[in-house]
């Protein structure tokens, strides 16, 4: 397919669309870079091997994951043109995405209370790296809150319809992008010590 053919319209989506996976690819090397630092990093003598992550960042997994299930049932609604289902699902999203945020803090402050801090003289380069990549992690939640929030308002607004869902789109697909990270962070942090 030659990307310089179609309407100014086709194109506009596909330069909307490579945006955001150029976006969304260095995105991913810079979280695979940090990992593979946490790997590098996990041979030094004062590495913590035992840590367990606090149940508050398992519970934040479940609450993601069912995020990007109702980010899929608006989109479905919207493709019905049922405006109510897709504001339902769409508050239900965002409702989910600060339950998320909210969860993580609650971790760090677990992580706090078992004596380890992010800097200072009870900090450690394993909890540093935690609350690095869990931290950065969050910012980019905040933007995906940002995107819904926009989706929200120009779904009131009634930009959106079942043939016209291109914001919609693009911020779905940061939206589970964000969501399968953290999964994927979850489990590097849980298994690899």
């Not at 319209?9 to 909307?16: G, L, P, S, T, Y």
């Not at 976006?23 to 810079?30: A, F, K, N, T």
């Not at 035992?50 to 990007?68: C, G, H, M, R, Y």
Request: charged residues 10%; contains cysteine.
């Amino acid at each position: 397919m030659d990307l310089t053919q179609g309407t100014a319209e086709e194109k506009n989506r596909r330069a909307k669309k490579m945006m955001l996976w150029f976006g969304i690819i260095s995105l991913i090397m810079s979280f695979a870079g940090w990992t593979s630092a946490f790997v590098v990093s996990s041979s030094r003598p004062d590495w913590l091997k035992d840590f367990q992550l606090p149940n508050a960042f398992l519970i934040s997994t479940v609450v993601i994951i069912i995020s990007s299930l109702t980010f899929l049932l608006a989109k479905n609604a919207l493709k019905r043109d049922n405006k109510q289902q897709t504001t339902l699902w769409l508050l239900v999203t965002l409702v989910l995405g600060v339950v998320f945020i909210f969860n993580q803090f609650s971790g760090f402050q677990q992580i706090i209370d078992l004596g380890y801090n992010f800097t200072g003289p009870t900090s450690n380069v394993t909890m540093s790296y935690i609350y690095l990549i869990a931290v950065v992690h969050i910012l980019h939640v905040v933007v995906g809150l940002i995107c819904l929030l926009v989706v929200i308002y120009n779904h009131f607004k009634q930009k959106y319809t079942a043939s016209n869902m291109l914001g919609f789109e693009l911020a779905a697909t940061f939206w589970h992008f964000i969501d399968i990270l953290w999964v994927y962070l979850f489990l590097f942090l849980y298994f690899v010590r």
